[in-house]
């Protein structure tokens, strides 16, 4: 069956330190991923794109790896801060050939003070 | 930036009513658009995908005539919950996509709509 696991326990460090977040998927041949942040009651705010012939993306304190053989992107924030605390969703997309976007679950970041 | 605004915030109804839920895109022109529902600490999940003047196009499961969506326009795209139940109540969340705004594959979303049907 498809899937897409994303850690469901919330991810607790230190302001200041990495956080690193998992996308694991199966069954899936996305051409693109994508990572969105979402607070509480708000709509998910895009963050980064990666395509499937890409490794790795940056952009400021953001990193997104992606590989397309373990099918399993990687989501880095550099020198946390508590701001980063919200809720990060990977989504799949490009597998048809609509725009549409598959989900996973989310993995909620706090980032302590 | 892309600013897409949904209309209300929140609702509250009582059962057997509609609701009509509208998203807006305010600075481009959305050549299509998506419903998402998502539920207390899970995932959105896509319902239909919208363009503009055609008929939506639903996911498995999602009942269209439960869920009626229109595109009217390239700016604006409604979603009416019909004879509305408590299992209906969710998080409404849509999302506007123009290739020809950012160039990217990037979907624009919505602050979202809380529904709540006593």
């Known amino acids: 069956s498809q899937k897409i696991e994303q850690n469901s326990e919330a991810l607790n460090i230190q302001e200041g330190k990495t956080a690193t977040l998992t996308c694991n998927y199966t069954?899936?041949?996305?051409?693109?991923l994508q990572w969105y942040r979402q607070d509480p009651g708000r709509g998910p705010v895009f963050l980064l794109l990666i395509r499937e012939n890409e490794k790795e993306k940056r952009k400021e304190r953001l990193k997104v790896t992606f590989d397309t053989t373990l099918k399993q992107s990687l989501f880095h924030i550099t020198a946390s801060q508590p701001a980063d605390s919200a809720t990060y969703l990977c989504a799949l997309g490009g597998m048809d050939s609509s725009y549409k976007l598959i989900f996973g679950s989310g993995t909620r970041l706090l980032v302590r003070p | 930036g892309a600013v897409v605004s949904q209309h209300p915030s929140w609702v509250i109804c009582k059962s057997g009513t509609s609701v009509k839920i509208e998203c807006r895109s305010l600075?481009?022109?959305?050549?299509?658009m998506f419903w998402y529902r998502q539920f207390p600490k899970q995932s959105l999940m896509l319902m239909a995908t919208?363009?503009?003047?055609?008929?939506?196009?639903?996911e498995q499961g999602v009942e269209k005539d439960k869920f009626l969506i229109n595109h009217a326009s390239l700016t604006l795209s409604t979603l009416t919950v019909t004879s509305a139940h408590p299992e209906d109540s969710s998080f409404y969340i849509c999302?506007?996509?123009?290739?020809?705004?950012?160039?990217?594959?990037?979907?624009?979303f919505g602050p979202g709509t809380r529904l709540t049907v006593l």
């Open positions: 999302s506007a996509f123009s290739g020809t705004f950012s160039g990217r594959n990037e979907q624009f």
């Open positions: 919208s363009n503009e003047g055609s008929k939506a196009t639903y």
């Open positions: 069954n899936y041949s996305p051409a693109y």
């Open positions: 600075d481009f022109q959305a050549t299509t």
